[in-house]
């Protein structure tokens, strides 16, 4: 049986009807497959720039930029026999003649696509069995494949792994995953919150819906892990889910839909005040004796979610419009304080998402130095604090920018984005996992 | 459906009730002053008055936008779509009864404009758009009534002030020296641009608004003015907002009907 009441309709990132009445537990990453795929996908996904592992061995660049060992290079091609470095990468990472290992070859051999096989993570505790196992490979079938000597062997280490383990990560390394090296976490339960917005939109191929739906399902997965997501709390986190992060009840195209071509941040507030009382999830208090009216809610987990889901369509209107990232913290202070001021009632995350953005707008406005929005994550020191609601919406943004900063999304992601949006999963997440709600609907 | 109206702002006071005035969009500020593009355009430094605008990335027609539809939902501002460069304009505002605080600028900016990125430190407000979209907004907020020559400073760098005595003729304090009080004209005049560039010519931006008119129409709660402790219905609002917030953190379900 069910342990919420609450049933929501799915919608594409179209607007267009999926599905009715799904309880809500059925997008729980508890439950959805879809969601526990795209969790294992993420642990299991490692991008290996084969090109940058010829490059570095050819000059001798290896363990970051300008670290250049003179006098030591190998001319190995490697991107044109990517064919066959593939193939033998899989067979050394194979557990069992056809399990789930995969490696494909993307960009003319230029990147591979390596799916570590589960039972070499099931068999360890920690997720950078991903990322280990297949530089280590990379360098037996580079080693095999290209007879290179015991006096060279040292240098494929170096291309690949980068300067680990003098540095804490694979620092100039060609092997990469989502996920930081745990040291990196800054807390319990952080792994996946530690992926940076670029690499979202990335992979998302800058799809916004699509953005924000993977970024929610990370972060709100991530709740679960940290301990957040649990009691008195996990039907917040639910809700938050699928209404911000997951087009539930259709609330963010349709707010989307409402401003799109003239509409300001303020009205995307009033549209979101005006869709929670049409659907009855807040109700007027009192009159206060200048007229103004308080709102009330008999459901705060529910206005949040209603709440969230305006924020994310008031980025998409903010952002969207100026085709800008940089626009996103001033959303997430002003979105909340008017709605607050309209309502009487909490912003979003409870007061959470709008000192995130007063802290983010400092670090992304090269006041106290910082980045742009992209290299921004739920596990960034100064955009942590709200417990999953601020990053879709950062995603989001990233991924209508047109092309406004300095460092680029492309550039912060490296190949990491590019290579994993080959994962459908990963790519459109929020059909997936509508398609997975769907299947398993009937159980809840 | 219950019957809903825009509310903008709670309070009782007329200071809070001139803060939802400006939070309106449907209120049109009152047109002031006359300041031409071009001399906007030389206050601000971006560009040279006449030269086409520069271009941070091509024109969206041009670079192809990638599948999605939020892109093909949302309209680009018209300098989003020719590729402007994100650009910005300044102010400072006095805590002597300057027609807004900085807050407000946010507030405001965000329900009237569409694409702009404001940003709120306690003596500086930037607004940032692209540029063809800033000045257009930038016309708005230097030639209404929410700006006094005097007590309103246009400041991209040096801004301090905000918190300073006035000086002699009741203009507020720049390091830079950037607007002077023309005795003769009895108006205020810009002789540098918001970074404190020198300007080929002056720009006047007329008389300081009077100090009874200012006291009137200012959304600043002071001691010595309207206090905000005068406002009951306020700070029961302020005071409510973190009670929820604070409540809600320790147990969401338990916060109904309240």
Redesign the interface.
């Known amino acids: 049986m069910a342990k919420y009441p609450d049933k929501v309709n799915l919608y594409d990132?179209?607007?267009k009807l999926f599905d009715t009445n799904v309880p809500i537990e059925a997008l729980s990453p508890l439950k959805n497959t879809a969601i526990q795929k795209i969790i294992s996908y993420v642990k299991q996904c490692v991008a290996v720039n084969l090109e940058g592992v010829e490059k570095a061995l050819a000059t001798g660049e290896v363990g970051g930029k300008w670290c250049i060992i003179r006098g030591r290079s190998l001319k190995l091609d490697l991107v044109k026999n990517a064919g066959s470095v593939a193939d033998s990468l899989k067979k050394c990472l194979q557990v069992d003649p056809g399990d789930d290992t995969e490696v494909k070859v993307l960009k003319g051999g230029k990147h591979l696509l390596v799916k570590v096989p589960a039972k070499r993570l099931n068999a360890g505790v920690e997720y950078t069995t991903g990322v280990t196992a297949v530089a280590a490979a990379l360098c037996c079938t580079i080693i095999e494949n290209f007879n290179v000597n015991i006096w060279d062997a040292d240098l494929v280490h170096a291309a690949v792994w980068g300067r680990y383990p003098q540095t804490m990560e694979m620092l100039g390394g060609n092997v990469s995953s989502l996920l930081a090296v745990p040291q990196q976490n800054e807390g319990m339960g952080y792994a996946l919150r530690n992926i940076p917005c670029a690499h979202i939109a990335l992979i998302a191929?800058?799809?916004?819906?699509n953005a924000a739906a993977l970024s929610s399902i990370l972060e709100q997965t991530a709740m679960f892990e940290m301990g957040d997501a649990i009691g008195?709390?996990e039907?917040?986190h639910l809700l938050g889910l699928a209404y911000q992060g997951l087009n539930a009840d259709n609330i963010v195209?349709d707010l989307?839909?409402e401003n799109?071509?003239?509409?300001?941040?303020?009205?995307v507030v009033?549209s979101t005040?005006?869709r929670a009382?049409?659907d009855g999830v807040i109700?007027?208090?009192k009159k206060?004796?200048?007229g103004?009216?308080?709102y009330?809610?008999?459901?705060?987990?529910k206005w949040?979610a209603y709440a969230a889901a305006g924020l994310l369509a008031g980025t998409?209107?903010?952002c969207?419009?100026?085709?800008?990232m940089?626009?996103a913290p001033?959303?997430f202070?002003?979105?909340n304080?008017?709605i607050?001021?309209?309502t009487?009632?909490?912003g979003v995350d409870?007061?959470r998402v709008a000192g995130t953005g007063v802290e983010m707008?400092f670090f992304s406005?090269s006041i106290y130095g910082g980045g742009n929005p992209a290299v921004f994550h739920g596990n960034h020191i100064v955009t942590r604090h709200s417990k999953g609601f601020t990053i879709p919406c950062v995603a989001?943004a990233v991924?209508?920018d047109?092309?406004?900063t300095i460092y680029t999304p492309e550039k912060i992601s490296g190949v990491v984005g590019e290579v994993l949006s080959e994962v459908p999963e990963l790519r459109e997440s929020l059909r997936y996992v509508n398609e997975a709600a769907v299947s398993i609907k009937g159980g809840i | 459906?219950?019957d809903?109206k825009?509310?903008?702002?709670?309070?009782?006071s007329k200071i809070?009730?001139n803060r939802r005035k400006y939070?309106d969009?449907k209120y049109t500020l009152r047109k002031l002053r006359t300041i031409s593009d071009d001399d906007l355009v030389r206050l601000m430094g971006h560009r040279v008055p006449g030269e086409a605008y520069k271009s941070?990335?091509p024109p969206?027609e041009e670079?192809g936008?990638?599948?999605?539809?939020?892109?093909e939902?949302?309209?680009?501002?018209p300098?989003?779509k020719a590729?402007d460069r994100?650009r910005y304009i300044q102010f400072t505002d006095s805590v002597y009864f300057a027609p807004l605080t900085p807050?407000m600028r946010?507030?405001m900016g965000?329900?009237?404009?569409?694409?702009?990125?404001?940003?709120?430190l306690s003596g500086r407000v930037p607004l940032?758009?692209?540029e063809r979209?800033l000045e257009k907004v930038a016309k708005d907020l230097v030639e209404t009534e929410i700006f006094d020559p005097a007590r309103v400073g246009i400041r991209g760098a040096t801004v301090h002030g905000h918190a300073l005595r006035l000086d002699e003729n009741g203009l507020m304090f720049d390091a830079l020296r950037r607007f002077q009080y023309d005795k003769n004209k009895g108006e205020v005049v810009y002789v540098k641009d918001q970074v404190g560039v020198p300007l080929d010519r002056p720009i006047y931006v007329g008389k300081p608004i009077p100090e009874e008119e200012l006291r009137r129409i200012t959304s600043q709660f002071r001691v010595d003015g309207e206090p905000f402790r005068n406002d009951a219905?306020l700070i029961r609002?302020v005071q409510?907002?973190h009670m929820?917030?604070t409540e809600?953190?320790f147990?969401?379900?338990k916060?109904?009907?309240?």
């Not at chain 1, 009330?296 to 987990?301: A, K, M």
């Not at chain 2, 965000?110 to 709120?120: A, E, L, P």
């Open positions: 990132d179209r607007g191929k800058k799809n916004a819906m008195s709390f039907r917040f195209y989307v839909k799109a071509k003239t509409g300001t941040l303020g009205d009033i005040v005006k009382l049409s109700k007027p208090l206060t004796p200048s103004y009216t308080l009330t809610t008999s459901d705060l987990n949040n998409m209107i903010t969207g419009a100026a085709r800008s940089q626009h001033s959303v202070i002003y979105f304080d008017l607050e001021r309209e009487g009632l909490p409870f007061g707008s406005h989001a991924a209508l047109a092309g406004t | 459906m219950v809903y825009p509310q903008y702002y709670p309070g009782g809070a009730a939070i969009p941070v990335h969206l670079l936008e990638p599948a999605c539809p939020i892109r939902l949302v309209e680009p501002t300098g989003a590729g994100i807050y946010a507030w965000h329900m009237r404009y569409r694409g702009v990125d404001i940003g709120v940032e758009a692209r979209d219905e609002f409510r907002i929820l917030r809600a953190g147990d969401p379900n916060v109904k009907d309240i």
